[in-house]
């Protein structure tokens, strides 16, 4: 069969055939959010799920590749963090299950997690919020990219993903990339591919789905926001770099600041060194978005979330989700008319 030179299909090819799927669309590998139910339900739509393993021990990781097994046959990937404690043995569970993509993130990964990844057959994935991380990652042996604006949710960098694009995409064709940061309908899927993009990957978008495990308490309080509540949280002192987080405003945002403070004190009194103040300021995410996500505590928890939560109104099928998305790129292409209500 052939494509117009225009068309969904034709524009993202390279990225379905680098994935195995129908559609070039990842979903966001979110922590305590993207298991087993939300990763199967993305790939069996069409798109490619990814597990979110930075909470998880690698038997946990074990356990839930084995679950996602059981109820997709569809290509799906598992995300990594650079600083687990116990990345090797991730590696290896990967391997175990052959699992085929593997996406790094968290910081810059060395050459030993490329090569080890590389021996157990996997395809890896490598996030570049830069143009020069972008070719060091490819040097190193990166299969794709993702390129990840401030728009999304969690974890962030300085740079909005639209100024990414036009920096990254004209420079890099050796590998495929996938474009992620504040994307939530199917017009801007199809601008990103015919800017040089190969796909794209949606994290906030996917938070509200039917199989996404969140607390009702956490998906409503995506459905009520406005793209402007989603906040980016701020560093009291450069002596301790804290990454930037994304997250809906509420009484947590508020009292990371009060923690950030509190830890200064206790640095600047000798009462703990510089490492352990860091890991206090770094750690306090961690717990507090396990508080919103599973216990549905949306004071007390951190609500992270991408600018696109603006465009989540309802709770959908993720199946849904995606034929909404497929439905607006072709209206958009003029290859489907708009359904009459």
Not at 5 to 22: A, I, M, P, Q
Not at 209 to 232: G, M, V
């Amino acid at each position: 069969m052939t494509y117009s030179s225009s068309s969904l299909e034709h524009l993202s090819k390279r990225g379905c055939e680098f994935l195995g799927t129908k559609y070039a669309i990842l979903g966001g590998a979110m922590t305590w959010v993207s298991n087993h139910h939300l990763v199967a339900a993305i790939s069996n739509a069409g798109g490619f799920g990814v597990l979110a393993s930075g909470a998880m021990s690698p038997d946990i990781l074990s356990q839930e590749i084995t679950k996602t097994k059981t109820i997709t046959t569809k290509p799906f990937g598992v995300n990594l963090i650079t600083m687990h404690p116990m990345l090797e043995q991730m590696i290896d569970v990967c391997g175990q299950h052959k699992i085929r993509h593997v996406v790094l993130a968290g910081g810059l990964p060395n050459s030993a997690s490329f090569t080890r990844l590389k021996e157990h057959g996997c395809l890896v994935i490598g996030f570049a919020p830069a143009l020069v991380i972008a070719k060091k990652l490819i040097k190193m042996g990166a299969d794709a990219l993702v390129i990840e604006g401030s728009e999304a949710g969690g974890h962030i960098g300085p740079v909005s993903t639209s100024v990414l694009a036009q920096e990254i995409l004209p420079q890099i064709h050796e590998v495929p990339v996938f474009i992620a940061g504040g994307i939530g309908r199917g017009e801007a899927l199809i601008s990103y591919l015919k800017m040089g993009a190969s796909g794209c990957q949606l994290g906030t978008r996917f938070v509200c789905a039917e199989e996404s495990p969140a607390h009702e308490n956490f998906k409503q309080a995506f459905i009520k926001a406005q793209a402007r509540d989603a906040i980016i949280s701020l560093q009291l002192d450069q002596r301790f770099p804290v990454i930037p987080v994304r997250a809906l405003a509420n009484k947590a945002t508020k009292e990371f600041l009060s923690i950030q403070a509190n830890v200064i004190k206790e640095y600047d009194s000798g009462a703990i060194d510089l490492k352990e103040a860091q890991l206090k300021i770094e750690h306090y995410w961690a717990g507090a978005l396990r508080r919103a996500v599973i216990d549905g505590d949306i004071e007390n928890g951190s609500l992270m979330a991408g600018q696109s939560v603006g465009m989540v109104d309802k709770i959908q099928a993720t199946e849904d989700i995606i034929n909404e998305l497929i439905e607006q790129a072709n209206i958009f292409l003029g290859e489907n008319q708009p359904k009459v209500a």
